[in-house]
T-cell receptor
Framework: DAGVTQSPTHLIKTRGQQVTLRCSPK?????VSWYQQALGQGPQFIFQ???????QRGNFPDRFSGHQFPNYSSELNVNALLLGDSALYLC????????????FGQGTRLTVV | SQQGEEDPQALSIQEGENATMNCSYK?????LQWYRQNSGRGLVHLIL?????REKHSGRLRVTLDTSKKSSSLLITASRAADTASYFC??????????FGRGTSLIVHP
């Protein structure tokens, strides 16, 4: 049983560009949450998707958007990249909106130059 | 903003010793969870304790929760080199948005 898989593992982008990160949840999970983790910090909640809709959102600008597909996989899109967007982006899946006992992917390391 | 704050920021011990790390938070919670992260990769869920529970055990892990002091502790007994990692607490309140602290970096020397 595959856990949470994220792609790509590493990415380098230029300021102003757009990026799409992908996540496949653990089998049987229906909820996907995205986090941003800057170096030396804890993960910061970006948003959560359940039943193909954004259900919860953290304190992130509209440049951050997402999508969930009928098979529960999800994408995170970031437009107009800033240097400060450089971080590890983590996807977590869980069963149900409460999001307890989440399973995390290995993350995508995004570097904006 | 981060609600949970772990203490200490870094902890260095010898294999076989116990490691204790603490988490303080500011607002009321439904549950508190501890996660481990190896070398900046994905987080692994360790244990969840609900607001009406005071103590939970899982293998070599013991977690306590004191809601009156808004604090929790994670005790790892008989530590191993493989326990070297960063440990985060995450609180969930009514909205169920998980709020993570900055973490405690644990180094266990063989």
């Amino acid at each position: 049983d595959a856990g949470v898989t994220q792609s790509p593992t590493h990415l380098i982008k230029t300021r102003g560009q757009q990026v799409t990160l992908r996540c496949s949840p653990k089998s049987g999970h229906d909820t996907v949450s995205w986090y941003q983790q800057a170096l030396g910090q804890g993960p910061q909640f970006i948003f959560q998707y359940y039943e193909e809709e954004e259900r919860q959102r953290g304190n992130f600008p509209d440049r951050f958007s997402g999508h969930q597909f009928p098979n529960y996989s999800s994408e995170l899109n970031v437009n107009a990249l800033l240097l400060g967007d450089s971080a590890l982006y983590l996807c977590a899946s869980s069963l149900g909106q409460a999001g307890e006992k989440a399973f995390f992917g290995q993350g995508t390391r995004l570097t904006v130059v | 903003s981060q609600q949970g704050e772990e203490d200490p920021q870094a902890l260095s011990i010898q294999e076989g010793e116990n490691a204790t790390m603490n988490c303080s938070y500011k607002t009321s919670i439904n549950n508190l969870q501890w996660y481990r992260q190896n070398s900046g990769r994905g987080l692994v869920h360790l244990i969840l304790i609900r607001s009406n529970e005071r103590e939970k055990h899982s293998g070599r892990l013991r977690v306590t929760l004191d809601t009156s002091k808004k604090s929790s502790s994670l005790l790892i007994t008989a530590s191993r080199a493989a326990d070297t990692a960063s440990y985060f607490c995450a609180t969930q309140g009514g909205s169920y948005i998980p709020t993570f602290g900055r973490g405690t970096s644990l180094i266990v020397h063989p």
